[in-house]
């Protein structure tokens, strides 16, 4: 006889509570404060950071983990890198790191990335995740006013069975977090309504800093942070060093902030 160490509960009533309680979460973020496309560091630290001031954040992941890169550091060995004062935010999660030579800091990418998804987590984020990015949702006037998604594994389908409709999630302001696709970015110049000048060449010194202080609203209603801003404005990329993504994404959320009339605390 096998020791009953569980509650009695079967498979039916274990489907119907994921189903009960993504239907309703899902229902609720239909419409949202900000829709942040893109889970990576950039999205996650923009979406912690307007969580926190109690706005109703829903980040969008095509993947179905979070965190892009973070995870993984540089060349597949998973350790990353800020620069000064970009450190101040790994203390901020408490996650441990040293300094290897002045200005430069180490950490371990799964902790760091486990402290910030959970971080995000805790300070009320939803997130949708194996969902893409397909367009945006324009008013009149232009301004961007949501996102249309889909599953992601629709786009491996082939053509001839992938009729499936997306579906238009509306919020007051999207933040473009896709990292160097920038691809809520490209939605608007495919459009005539932006013109994306393409990343540059990588120059680490010189690419945090042009990130952060480029990082802000590329079109009424779209943030854009993280490697995204390097794709809309041609500016260096950064390789394997994390600072300025997590920098943009604070910035980003202050943007978001003045954007909606919100004071600064």
Request: glycine share 12%; proline share 4%; with cysteine.
């Amino acid at each position: 006889m096998v020791k009953k160490l569980f509650a009695p509960v079967g498979e039916k009533e274990v489907t119907r509570a994921i189903v009960d309680e993504f239907a309703k979460q899902f229902s609720q973020y239909v419409e949202s404060d900000c829709l942040i496309i893109g889970g990576g560091p950039s999205g996650l630290m923009a979406g912690k950071e307007l969580a926190t001031r109690g706005l109703k954040i829903l980040i969008v992941e095509r993947n179905n983990y979070l965190g892009g890169g973070f995870w993984i550091g540089g060349y597949l060995m998973n350790k990353i890198t800020v620069r000064e004062p970009a450190q101040k935010v790994l203390e901020e999660l408490a996650v441990p790191y040293k300094e290897v030579s002045k200005g430069l800091y180490v950490a371990d990418g799964p902790h760091a990335c486990s402290k910030l998804i959970g971080a995000t987590c805790d300070s009320g984020v939803k997130f949708a995740n194996m969902t893409v990015f397909d367009d945006l949702v324009l008013r009149e006037g232009g301004k961007v006013n949501g996102a249309v998604i889909n599953w992601t594994p629709i786009s491996s389908l082939p053509r001839e069975i992938t009729c499936v409709d997306p579906v238009a999630l509306e919020t007051k302001m999207v933040i473009d977090a896709t990292g160097h696709d920038a691809s809520a970015v490209r939605k608007l110049e495919e459009r005539g309504l932006i013109k994306i000048k393409g990343m540059g060449a990588m120059w680490v010194e010189r690419s945090e800093n042009l990130v952060v202080e480029h990082t802000g609203e590329a079109y009424p209603g779209l943030v854009v942070v993280g490697m995204a801003v390097a794709t809309t404005y041609g500016l260096p990329r950064m390789g394997p060093t994390f600072g300025a993504m997590l920098l943009s994404g604070k910035r980003g959320a202050e943007v978001v902030l003045e954007k909606l009339g919100i004071k600064k605390k």
